[in-house]
């Protein structure tokens, strides 16, 4: 290799390092990258590093660079994991058998291009030869397998890359794998912990609220949800039946708490734990949200059909509750849970369990109908009740019954 290449690969490796290390987004590290080869001579024409994940409904991430215009980044759904285009596209192999050796094919060749779909777009659009590199990702020392990056590579020059171009390809690849590394690990830290805690809840652990103990208080309103029956269901049908019921039911209740703002902090058998906190909110208007989330969240699962039982619904109790709570990590020393605590938090609990018992799939709070300013008009008493465990009595309250009802 001439020392000049040799000379500007240091350089181009040096800045993957500094981006790496800064944890720079992939489409910033891949602008970068394939600018600077061009400047190196290099006749790129179309570049695309795509990243294995870990997310629930992401099976990776798309960085796109074409000549003259900005990183297009995509996702890639697990759904689109098993479209046609996918099926019928050459990197498939690769990734599946984790084939990590460099691919190289001449777009001009018309057999190419009739046996994969993609190869003849590429040709469509001008190219002339296709690069592809599978770099795999690891753990203590091996593969993992799930996750690593795919690069590949297009030239509309006459005749395809040099021999000059492949090399300095081949020695800068995977430096800038590992760069794009350090910036997908900590997505895929962010994805997880946003998966099983929630997003605000992760973003509170990844800034540095990972000890226990660590706790801020907090006004918010509690939300509690519980399954009506849902005990006496699981008992009667098979567990298959009961899983997919209870994931399409926690799927009705968790879109519209998190559309009206509030996360859920954890799932409590067939029920879950959400907060809305204030955030510089008004409290009326956090309480407007809260109940629409709650109604969306009822008439939702009531929309569930019960398995093994024709014209039935699934049913769903709430209870909101305004009030100050500790938020924050809880638990052994290695072992935490980052949620909520406090009186208030067994104050809407005591109130959940009370929908059943006064007939009412909605019940808030004295504290949260104090606040409710702009809902006020569709709330009735559900009257004086004390909770266990609490001192005195205090009024819950109902939603108006439907004009028909």
Same mark, same amino acid.
């Given at each position: 290799m001439h020392d000049d290449?040799? =000379?500007?690969? $240091?350089?181009?490796?040096?800045? #993957?390092?500094? *981006? /790496? @290390?800064?944890?720079?987004?992939?489409? =910033?590290?891949? $602008?970068?990258?394939?600018?600077? #080869?061009?400047? *190196? /001579? @290099?006749?790129l024409h179309r570049g695309n590093v795509s990243a294995r994940t870990m997310h629930p409904l992401i099976d990776s991430v798309s960085n796109i660079w074409r000549r003259g215009k900005d990183v297009e980044t995509s996702a890639n759904t697990l759904e689109q994991a098993a479209s046609t285009r996918?099926?019928?596209?050459?990197?498939?192999?690769?990734?599946?058998?984790?084939?990590?050796?460099?691919?190289?094919?001449?777009?001009?060749?018309?057999?190419?291009?009739?046996?994969?779909?993609?190869?003849?777009?590429?040709?469509?659009?001008?190219?002339?030869?296709?690069?592809?590199?599978?770099?795999?990702?690891?753990?203590?020392g091996a593969t993992t397998g799930s996750t690593g990056v795919m690069m590949t590579w297009t030239t509309d020059r006459k005749g395809g890359f040099a021999d000059r171009d492949i090399a300095i390809l081949d020695r800068l690849m995977p430096r800038l794998a590992l760069s794009v590394k350090s910036c997908v690990d900590y997505e895929i830290a962010q994805n997880l912990l946003r998966a099983y805690v929630g997003r605000h809840a992760s973003s509170e652990i990844l800034a540095g609220a990972y000890r226990r103990g660590s706790f801020r208080m907090i006004p918010a309103i509690i939300l509690i949800t519980d399954l009506k029956g849902f005990t006496a269901?699981?008992?009667?049908?098979?567990?298959?039946?009961?899983?997919?019921?209870?994931?399409q039911c926690f799927d009705a209740m968790v879109a519209p708490i998190r559309n009206h703002g509030g996360e859920v902090l954890k799932f409590l058998g067939d029920g879950l734990l959400a907060v809305f906190e204030h955030r510089g909110n008004e409290a009326a208007d956090l309480c407007l949200e809260a109940l629409n989330a709650a109604k969306e969240a009822v008439n939702a699962v009531a929309l569930i059909d019960r398995p093994g039982e024709p014209g039935i619904t699934m049913?769903?109790?709430?209870?909101?509750?305004?009030?100050?709570?500790?938020?924050?990590?809880?638990?052994?020393?290695?072992?935490?849970?980052?949620?909520?605590?406090?009186?208030?938090?067994?104050?809407?609990?005591?109130?959940e369990s009370l929908c059943s018992i006064l007939g009412h799939p909605i019940l808030m709070s004295q504290s949260f109908a104090d606040k409710a300013l702009g809902c006020r008009g569709e709330m009735i008493s559900a009257g004086e009740h004390v909770l266990r465990g609490t001192e005195g009595s205090q009024t819950l309250y109902a939603l108006k019954p439907e004009p028909d009802q």
């Open positions: 290449d040799a =000379q500007a690969i $240091q350089i181009i490796s040096d800045r #993957l390092i500094e *981006l /790496g @290390l800064l944890q720079a987004p992939v489409n =910033q590290q891949m $602008q970068e990258f394939c600018e600077q #080869l061009v400047d *190196l /001579g @290099l006749p996918w099926q019928q596209s050459p990197m498939r192999a690769l990734v599946e058998n984790m084939d990590t050796g460099l691919k190289r094919t001449d777009l001009t060749d018309a057999r190419e291009t009739e046996r994969w779909p993609v190869f003849a777009e590429f040709r469509a659009a001008s190219a002339t030869e296709h690069v592809a590199k599978l770099t795999a990702f690891g753990l203590d269901l699981a008992n009667r049908v098979d567990q298959a039946a009961v899983t997919q019921v209870l994931n049913e769903l109790d709430a209870a909101l509750h305004l009030g100050e709570v500790f938020y924050g990590n809880v638990g052994a020393a290695d072992r935490l849970d980052f949620t909520i605590l406090g009186p208030a938090v067994n104050e809407a609990s005591r109130i």
